[in-house]
DNA sequence: GCAGTGACGTCTT
DNA sequence: GAAGACGCCACTG
């Protein structure tokens, strides 16, 4: 399969993708659901090259703190934290406020349907 | 081909 | 409880 090395990147995209307006997920959330015990690393990789790939809202995705740590690989800072509090969420020094309660899980939908 | 780096997370001290 | 170090895999230089 010549697409074997981008299959993981595209499944981190499907999962990003899933995540409903107004939540949130971590890096480890997508690594767990995917199988990817420390593709933490890897899922924020695959977050980087996400630009490739249109309607990736990557500003959903942020580290286990609940900090917009990749906030600056937008095409401008500001724009992730906007994004955020446009979904109703509301962000404080680059941190999400009751991150736990805007935490959604992919493995979470997965349950639902 | 080797070494360094990276949108993180978990373990150990 | 907090801080530091290590590990994982993939890409770039």
Redo the contacts with the bound molecule.
Sequence with gaps: MKNS??N??DLVYQVVRLIPRGKVT????I??YLG????????????????TVPD?P??R?????G????????GHPEE?QQLLEAEGLKIIQDQIQDFKTYFWDPNELEARL
Excluded: D
């Design positions: 090395k981008t993981h990147f971590s890096y480890g959330a690594a767990n990817l015990k420390s593709g933490a690393r890897m899922v924020g990789y695959a977050m980087n090259a996400s630009h990736i990557a500003h995705v942020v580290n286990r703190n900090v917009l740590t990749g906030k600056h690989h937008f992730m």
